[in-house]
């Protein structure tokens, strides 16, 4: 699903080992209108555990655009006044970043790349030397009789 968040998250550690738990509301416009032309908006709670938990508590906020994929769960606590509440929410597998820095140039961006153009302060043989440009790729030729060649 795909929503924005309805508040700025929440991180707390849960348990002995310290477990990072991040909880936050989506906010989920239906696609169709009423008979006076608006949406209505369904509120979810989602929740992130360890890693995603951590990266969702650091570079998202109120407003952002994400897309969740999870799994619904179902729980029943009591809470201090006897009265037994269950609650239905999103544990989310995934959480996909939509806003861009384009749209809110307030987020930093957690995995920035260099330049294309950047050189690399010290080279790293782990990574084969690639084209530079475009000029470099192999180009595609098609065989003589018009087809591709595969």
Avoid: C, H
Wanted: net charge neutral; charged share 25%.
């Amino acid at each position: 699903m795909i929503g924005n968040l309805g508040r700025d998250p929440e991180m707390i550690y849960v348990g002995e080992n310290k477990i990072p738990m991040t909880k936050f509301t989506l906010a989920v416009s239906r696609q169709f209108k009423d008979a006076s032309g608006n949406s209505e908006t369904d509120w979810f709670t989602i929740i992130t555990w360890r890693q995603l938990a951590e990266n969702v508590a650091k570079w998202l906020k109120k407003g952002r655009k994400v897309g969740i994929r999870g799994s619904l769960q179902t729980r029943t606590y009591d809470r201090q006044d006897g009265v037994r509440v269950t609650v239905t929410e999103i544990v989310a597998d995934e959480v996909e970043f939509l806003t861009s820095s384009k749209e809110d140039p307030s987020i930093g961006m957690p995995n920035s790349l260099p330049s294309p153009d950047a050189a690399p302060s010290t080279p790293n043989p782990s990574y084969p030397k690639g084209p530079r440009s475009i000029d470099e790729l192999t180009p595609i030729r098609k065989n003589n009789d018009g087809d591709m060649p595969f």
